[in-house]
Nanobody, 125 residues
Framework: QVQLVESGGGLVQAGGSLRLSCTVSGRTVSDWPMGWFRQAPGKEREFVSA???????YYADSVKGRFTIARDNAKNTVSLQMTTLKPEDTAVYYC???????????????????WGQGTQVTVSS
């Protein structure tokens, strides 16, 4: 059974930084697609960043240059370092893992078959 647990969310002022972490069990982070998504109130869940199964890294245009995804194979975790945060980054952030065989883009939610419970990030202006 695959389980993902996010941590590290909180309240931060605009321009500040936060680091989210996702602890994974039942699947090795280095071998499977791993993604971060976020969902603001009243909006659809949107792609933030991901590792492909081959280790390629992808970012949404809105976070490129500000967010950095990383993985720790020894701890089997995936992190998201967020800097220069903006009020529009406020959302619940979700970690997810998906199929290695799917041909769907890692930026679509349909690629992923296991999700964490989410962690709230609030950026005040």
């Amino acid at each position: 059974q695959v389980q993902l647990v996010e941590s590290g969310g909180g309240l931060v002022q605009a321009g500040g930084s936060l680091r989210l972490s996702c602890t994974v069990s039942g699947r090795t982070v280095s071998d499977w697609p791993m993604g971060w998504f976020r969902q603001a109130p009243g909006k659809e869940r949107e792609f933030v960043s991901a590792f492909s199964a081959y280790g390629n890294i992808y970012y949404a245009d809105s976070v490129k240059g500000r967010f950095t995804i990383a993985r720790d194979n020894a701890k089997n975790t995936v992190s998201l370092q967020m800097t220069t945060l903006k009020p529009e980054d406020t959302a619940v952030y979700y970690c997810a893992t998906g199929s290695r065989l799917s041909t769907m883009s890692v930026s679509t939610t349909r690629r992923y078959d296991a999700w964490g419970q989410g962690t709230q990030v609030t950026v005040s202006s």
